[in-house]
Nanobody, 123 residues
Framework: QMPLVESGGGLVQAGGSLRLSCAAS????????MGWFRQAPGKEREFVAG????????YYADSVRGRFTISRDSGKNTVYLQMNSLKPEDAAVYYC????????????????WGQGTQVTVSS
């Protein structure tokens, strides 16, 4: 088991920034690819960003590339999502998740999930 707890969500104006954090419990954090997903009302959950456990390589959805940055601190068992230049369409509940696969980007590739944190972007 690897419980995940997200934090850092909130209300921000369009063009602003937020940093989400996801704290993991357990000693196997470094063996998991970590990802961020989001789900807006009435829409399916979508992949946002991932960071591989093997070499820390990062990958992003086209919609956020260049604006969002994923990072991880294995010493703190924490993964971050720095979100800049936020747009109203970025508003959603953001979830972090853990996968045993490299370059995992589908929901069914992830086995551990947090409870989510709300991001609201005002125009």
């Amino acid at each position: 088991q690897m419980p995940l707890v997200e934090s850092g969500g909130g209300l921000v104006q369009a063009g602003g920034s937020l940093r989400l954090s996801c704290a993991a419990s357990g000693r196997t954090f470094s063996r998991y690819t970590m990802g961020w997903f989001r789900q807006a009302p009435g829409k399916e959950r979508e992949f946002v960003a991932g960071i591989n456990w093997s070499d820390g390589s990062r990958y992003y959805a086209d919609s956020v590339r260049g604006r969002f940055t994923i990072s991880r601190d294995s010493g703190k068992n924490t993964v971050y999502l720095q979100m800049n230049s936020l747009k109203p369409e970025d508003a959603a509940v953001y979830y972090c998740a853990g996968s045993g696969s490299l370059y995992a980007h589908r929901s069914d590739e992830y086995v551990y999930w947090g409870q989510g944190t709300q991001v609201t972007v005002s125009s």
